[in-house]
């Protein structure tokens, strides 16, 4: 079964707006949560890692301010695109550790109009 | 640092063909390696890893052998169907260190029936 569970799988937001995207771990705590982005044609890089009750680490040239990570709980992390542009349009996915292996959520599909 | 380079694509296939997709790596530490396999409109999904030389991971017809000496780590399906059709994303993960992957910029396979 799933791991990792990501919301929204889909979501539209217009320009200028925030938009939340949240990832649980399933049936397991995670202290420390990854952040992806793909655009298209490209590969995965990490934007930033997710640690629960304390700041998240941005990777160099991620906006930390406009990209808001929040670790509140051992079994969600959420990043917040704010003020969002088109030029934000892409795949978010978060991934968590379990044992030896990274497990990836689902993605979130986002599309900035 | 630690990179990942993978075998650029697309690649295109007949069904039963045999497949290969090449990965090499660069890493300090001694990483544990990954192949993903990312289906149309679904998120990543581990395909196999292995975690010290020589090992051998294998999944769904698919093997890697962690090869130290030549730093590879080679993906092989020796009669691939269409529905392996798919971006497949190599990536390493050092395990003392952040335990984040580092991805190669993945292959894009398609296999026509």
Redesign the interface.
Known sequence: GAVVSQHPSWVICKSGTSVKIECRSLDFQATTMFWYRQFPKQSLMLMATSNEGSKATYEQGVEKDKFLINHASLTLSTLTVTSAHPEDSSFYICSVKLGNTIYFGEGSWLTVV | GNSVTQMEGPVTLSEEAFLTINCTYTATGYP?L?W?VQYPG?????LL?A?KADDKGSNKGFEATYRKETTSFHLEKGSVQVSDSAVY?CAL?I?QG?????????TRLTINP
């Open positions: 544990s990954f993903y679904e998120g990543l999904q581990l890893k975690t994303f993960s395990l952040a335990q984040k992957l580092v991805f190669g910029q993945g």
